[in-house]
C-alpha cells in the first residue's frame, strides 16, 4: 500500500506518450494482453527499436519492461481492457491522440481529470492508499493560483503535499496552505517524527543517504507532468503558473467536475475517464470482436510512423513528400500509405509538433538554433510565407518571413527564456543591426512591416523596451509568447489568417496578447 499520491514514470516527461501509443497499437491493439509473455516482449523490443526504452540488459526476460510502459497508458486513460472479450482497446482520448489531434491538449484533459482512486491506483502493483480522494493535479493548480502561495517546489510537492493532501475539502485545503507556509518557516523540522515510517518508499528500507529520494523523484514526475499541459512552467527550482495562462487555469478552477465513480470497474472507469476534449460520452459499440486482418496492421504501422514524424516535424497536410516519407520508412506501398494517411490526418497535425516548440522556448541557448529553425518552418508550412533562417549569418535576426500575398517583410527574433528583457545590448542590435542594416540581408523592393520577439515568456517592462524600439526606428513591433504563438498556429488551422491579419497581429506596439489573436 501507497500512503502518498503516486505516478507511474517509466520515462519522467510525457513527450513521448504519442509514439508509445502508436508503438502498443500496433502491436496490441485488439488483442487479448493479459499472460501474453511474447506479446510482452515483443512491445519491449518494439520500443527499444524505436528508441522509445533504453536498450540494454533486461532485468529479466518476462517482459516487465512492456507491462510497465503498457501501465502508463493505463494510467493516463488512453486504453482500456474490453471485459467481454479481453482484448486491448483505445478510449476516445486514445483513438485522438492516434488519429492526430494535438496530443497536449488531449492529455492536458487526462492529466486534469487524474485522480485517486482509480481503475490504475488500485490495481495490483500499486494501491495508492484510499484515504487519498484527490485530483492532483487540479489541487496544485489552485495552491499556485493562491495568493499566500503562488508558487511550489519540489520539496514542497515531496514532503508536504503528496502525503498530507488527501482530498478537495476547503478543510483539508486551508490545512495544506498552512503547512507549505509551515515548512517554508522551519523547513524539516516541521514535518512528523514518524514521517520515514508511514511514508517509506514501496521497495523498502529508507536510503540513509538521500531519505526523501522517492518522493522527491516522484515530485518531481509530477511537475514534469503539469508542465506539460503548457500552464506551468519551472524556473530557479520554483513551478508557477505561466503569466498568460491565468486566465485559463481560473476557468479550468471555475468548473467542479463530479469524480469518476466506479473505479473497481476497469473497463467502465477507463472509457469514462478516457474521453477526449470533443466528447461528453462513450457511446461506441465495441462487442463485436474485429478480426485483425492485414490491411489493420498496415494501417497501425502507418500511423505509428507518421505520428514519430508530426513530433519532429509541423505537418499541414498530407503531401507527397510526408508519403514518400512514410513509404520509406514502413516499406509499405504507395495507394496503401497515401490513402490512410488522407483518411486519417486531412489536416494534418501541427498540435503534435507544438509540444517541441513550447519546450524550446524555454531551452536558454540549448536548443536556440532548433528554435529559430522551428519558427521558419511555421511561417512557412503554416502560415504560407517565404521564410529563411538568416542567424548564422551574423548581426542578424533568427529569422526573415516575406509576403508575396501581401508585399511585405518582417524579422522575427528568438530568444528562448522564461523571461526575456530587451537589455541595451539587444535594443541596440534591434535598432541598428537588425532594422538599421536590413539591406544587407533583406529583400530590397518589399517594406519592413514589423520586427517581433517570441520567446517563453517576458519581463514586466517588456511594453516600455518595445515602445524604445518603436520610437527610435519607426518600425512597428511586438513580442509574443510560445503560448500565444501556439494559439495562432491552432486559430489558422481552424480559420486561416491573412498575411494582413498577421501583420496587424505583430504590429500592436507592445507584447501580444490573447485577446489580439481574435
Not at 510497465?68 to 497508458?73: D, F, M, S
Not at 548581426?395 to 537589455?423: C, F, M, R, W
Not at 519607426?474 to 488551422?493: C, D, P, R, T, Y
Request: glycine fraction near 6%.
Amino acid at each position: 500500500m501507497l500512503n502518498y499520491w503516486w505516478v507511474t514514470r517509466p520515462k519522467r516527461k510525457l513527450n513521448s506518450i504519442p509514439e508509445v501509443l502508436a508503438s502498443f497499437a500496433d502491436l496490441s491493439l485488439n488483442q487479448e494482453w493479459e499472460g501474453q509473455r511474447n506479446s510482452h516482449l515483443a512491445y519491449e523490443d518494439a520500443l527499444e527499436a524505436a528508441g522509445l526504452k533504453r536498450k540494454g540488459e533486461r532485468r529479466d526476460q518476462t517482459g516487465g519492461g512492456g507491462r510497465t510502459y503498457k501501465a502508463w497508458l493505463v494510467s493516463l486513460g488512453l486504453i482500456f481492457t474490453q471485459e467481454s472479450t479481453g482484448k486491448i482497446k483505445l478510449t476516445l482520448a486514445g483513438e485522438a491522440i492516434m488519429n492526430g489531434d494535438s496530443p497536449v491538449e488531449v492529455l492536458k484533459g487526462q492529466i486534469l481529470k487524474y485522480q485517486f482512486p482509480s481503475s490504475f491506483s488500485i490495481g495490483r502493483g500499486v494501491q495508492v492508499s484510499s484515504r487519498f480522494k484527490i485530483r492532483p493535479f487540479r489541487f496544485l493548480l489552485k495552491l499556485m493560483t493562491d495568493e499566500k502561495i503562488k508558487y511550489l517546489t519540489e520539496e514542497e510537492i515531496a514532503k508536504v503535499i503528496v502525503t498530507e493532501a488527501e482530498n478537495e475539502s476547503d478543510k483539508c485545503y486551508h490545512y495544506i496552505v498552512d503547512r507549505i507556509i509551515q515548512f517554508r518557516n522551519y523547513g524539516d523540522a516541521c514535518l512528523e517524527e514518524d514521517f520515514f515510517i508511514k511514508y517509506k518508499s514501496s521497495k523498502g528500507a529508507v536510503n540513509p543517504e538521500h531519505p526523501y529520494s522517492h518522493l522527491m523523484d516522484l515530485a518531481n514526475t509530477i511537475i514534469n507532468w503539469l508542465e506539460y499541459t503548457q500552464l506551468v512552467k519551472r524556473d530557479g527550482g520554483q513551478v508557477a503558473v505561466l503569466d498568460d495562462k491565468r486566465e485559463e487555469v481560473k476557468s479550468i478552477l471555475a468548473e467542479k467536475p463530479n469524480f469518476i465513480d466506479r473505479p473497481e470497474q476497469h473497463e467502465y472507469f477507463q472509457r469514462k475517464y478516457g474521453l477526449d476534449p470533443k466528447h461528453r460520452k462513450d457511446n461506441r459499440n465495441l462487442a463485436l470482436t474485429k478480426t485483425v486482418t492485414a490491411a489493420m496492421i498496415a494501417r497501425q504501422k502507418i500511423m505509428q510512423a507518421y505520428i514519430a514524424e508530426s513530433l519532429e516535424k509541423p505537418i499541414t497536410r498530407i503531401t507527397p513528400k510526408v508519403v514518400d516519407y512514410i513509404i520509406s520508412v514502413t516499406g509499405i506501398d504507395g495507394k496503401t500509405v497515401e490513402n490512410v494517411l488522407v483518411e486519417t490526418y486531412p489536416n494534418g497535425s501541427v498540435g503534435a509538433f507544438m509540444t517541441k516548440y513550447f519546450e524550446m522556448a524555454f531551452k536558454g541557448r540549448d536548443e536556440a538554433a532548433e528554435f529559430e529553425k522551428a519558427t521558419v518552418e511555421l511561417f512557412q508550412d503554416v502560415f504560407g510565407f517565404e521564410a529563411r533562417h538568416v542567424g548564422p549569418i551574423g548581426l542578424t535576426p533568427d529569422v526573415l518571413v516575406l509576403s508575396d500575398e501581401d508585399g511585405y517583410q518582417a524579422i522575427l527574433d528568438n530568444k528562448a527564456y522564461h523571461k526575456y528583457t530587451i537589455s541595451n545590448d539587444h535594443f541596440n542590435r534591434m535598432v541598428h543591426n537588425y532594422i538599421g542594416n536590413l539591406r544587407n540581408y533583406g529583400d530590397g523592393e518589399k517594406p519592413l512591416a514589423f520586427f517581433s520577439y517570441i520567446a517563453g515568456g517576458f519581463g514586466t517592462n517588456i511594453d516600455k523596451q518595445l515602445k524604445s524600439i518603436v520610437d527610435a526606428t519607426g518600425v512597428s513591433g511586438s513580442a509574443m509568447s510560445v503560448s500565444n504563438m501556439i494559439k495562432l498556429v491552432e486559430q489558422h488551422n481552424q480559420l486561416p489568417y491573412s498575411h494582413r491579419r498577421i501583420k496587424e497581429i505583430f504590429s500592436v506596439n507592445r507584447q501580444v496578447l490573447l485577446s489580439d489573436l481574435a
